[in-house]
């Protein structure tokens, strides 16, 4: 089994950030060494305060001494480190990603991380709006879904990703990546564009008087890192594709109910309703 | 000037509640006497309870002996009270409305209410997505932006209302009906209907587990009050789909500046990022 005495952090955004600050933070868990590199060197400095992490690494491939390399960067940027990393990884290494999207990732792994090393497409679901080293919030973690993608059938990997994933104290989810792909298209993805389309469309308010509290939380999502969001939206285009041609014809369903008398409109909001509320509140 | 010492409020849900409990917060501003109706006498019951009010009403023509009237049902139904009590109002009495859609109210209140007497359409931009008259939070109506749509040119009854939005706290801002609901389907009445889409697909989601603090906030309009949503909607469709167009040719537009490379989608997103910037954070 996969030792998890040494874990490398490339790419020290929120996310990477915050996962370095709960393996710092619960050391009775083993974790000897935590080692970061971010191509911004100002964010690495501050994933360093706040995470202590021991070691700050010239480049990504200083990583490869650790015993687990988490790729915490935008999903392109995963794909071009698997690329250069993977083929150089050794036998009970493990590569585990935290990109949005997955089939590109989990394609990747397959093709440039030999069988003798693991790998595992990783995705927790959790953060915040805001950018950065400094939103990291570690807490987020806890009791967060971590959905772990298979590159291989019957990997061992999989059970060094699940004890990691208990280690950041959440929840392992395991999924097919191009499930994941499918489900995150709509539930994530998707909403992310469509927010930034009302922000969009909300310049032509000639003044903040009209802005209501429905739409500030409407275009919550388009606060958004750009690059992230653009990152996991091109890296799942067919998918987001798909889900926007839904939601347009869920749309044109409202509004067919809505010309066809209130009442079928009531019934459809009736059903809506039900599942914003199954969702949740924030 | 009309006098505001005798107040009568028709639907005692979230808003008309909060605007008596506004009302009887500040007696300093004269108002003697808070009347009150709805349909549903629990509802009624809770809005004496919470606002204090001093008069519960068997039927809505007891409105006709208060200065002001103010209609806070859902739209379909402030139009029908605009046709039954319309024409018998008096010399100085003032009817105002809240309802989100303007143009339907506004027409029926050129048409019913003689010019001897004042019309004046309001919608107080605030609210959560609760519902009923335990929502009530006057607090909200402070510092809110109050729409007033005027019914006729240089009609004094817009002082009153005025004056009016005032003691509540509000801030008044004179908009023309049509433009209103223009702005409105984009700012907020669309906003509800992509919600409640975002909800529906959500149920193709098998577990929870998968449902992000995005997904909650994109879903939270969708719990809004279904009666309430489809009045508003149905009252101002022609609005309403064409923003649901522009919507959709802006997420082609997102989705094509994807597809032509990650750096594009990255602009767009800037952009609409500086744009929910603007429109501000709850």
């Known amino acids: 089994m996969t030792a998890l005495d040494r874990v490398a952090i ?11 600050m709960a393996l710092r933070a619960a050391p009775e868990h083993g974790v000897m060494e935590v080692a970061v590199w971010d191509r911004d060197q100002a964010a690495m400095d501050a994933c360093q305060q706040r995470a202590g992490s021991d070691r700050l690494l ?5 990583a490869l001494e650790s015993d687990v390399i988490i790729l915490a960067t935008p999903v392109a940027q ?3 480190l698997i690329q250069e990393l993977g083929p150089r990884l050794g036998p009970g290494q493990l590569l585990l990603d935290t990109g949005s999207s997955k089939q590109v990732v989990v394609r990747a ?13 990783g995705h927790p679901l959790c953060g915040r709006s805001e950018l950065g080293p400094w939103a990291a919030d570690p807490s987020l973690l806890q009791g967060a879904t971590f959905v772990l993608c298979p590159v291989r ?13 208990e280690m950041l104290g959440s929840v392992a989810l395991e999924l097919d990546a191009d499930e994941h792909d499918r489900l995150l298209a709509r539930s994530s993805h998707l909403p992310h564009l469509v927010a930034a389309a009302i922000a969009e469309m909300s310049g032509e308010v000639p003044t903040r008087a ?5 739409l500030r939380g409407a275009v919550r999502l ?40 209130e009442e079928h409109l009531v019934a459809e909001l009736e059903r809506a309703r039900l599942r914003a509320l199954q969702v949740g509140v924030n």
Chains 1, 2 share one sequence.
């Open 78 to 80: 995963i794909v071009e």
């Open 109 to 121: 792994m397959r093709q440039f991380v030999p069988e003798t090393a693991g790998a595992v497409g």
């Open 153 to 165: 059938a019957d990997s061992p990997s999989l059970r060094t990703a699940r004890r990691l994933v």
């Open 222 to 261: 388009a606060r958004s890192d750009p690059a992230m969001v653009a990152s996991f939206v091109c890296a799942n285009l067919d998918e987001v594709l798909a889900a926007s041609r839904d939601l347009c014809l869920q749309l044109d369903r409202l509004l067919a109910a809505a010309a066809s008398g």
């Open 58 to 62: 010239d480049e990504p491939r200083g």
């Open 10 to 20: 490339l790419g020290t955004g929120q996310i990477g950030t915050m996962v370095g």
């Open 210 to 214: 009209l802005f209501s509290s429905g």
